[in-house]
């Protein structure tokens, strides 16, 4: 049986297509908003187990934001947000 890696979001780089696995709150401590609050807005935006999401731009210093299609929508997200959605590749 292989495993399907899985990475953080956070880590991806543009061009990344993949499908999300989970959301590990434990994993974006940095992300300035309490674990419960970052897992609500992540789940309104669209961020559930098993939805496509594409990398699809970063910001020029630093890659901060990230530009992110969630199935049809395209998500301005910090990566130290994006570091609690876990997804595996999809290419």
């Known amino acids: 049986m292989t495993t399907i890696p899985t990475i953080a979001l956070g880590d991806a780089r543009v061009g990344f297509r993949g499908r999300i696995t989970a959301l590990d ?3 974006a401590p940095a992300a300035g ?11 309104e935006l669209g961020f559930v187990e098993g ?4 990398l699809l731009h970063q910001g020029l ?5 990230i530009a992110v299609r969630v199935a049809a929508t395209t998500i301005a997200l910090r ?4 570091m609690a959605v876990m997804v595996t590749d999809q290419s």
């Not at 908003?33 to 789940?43: H, Q």
């Not at 210093?61 to 934001?65: A, K, S």
């Open 25 to 27: 709150l434990a994993r």
């Open 33 to 43: 908003l309490p674990p419960p609050e970052l897992e609500r807005r992540l789940i």
């Open 51 to 54: 939805a496509t999401v594409e």
């Open 61 to 65: 210093f630093g890659g901060d934001p």
């Open 79 to 82: 990566r130290r947000e994006a």
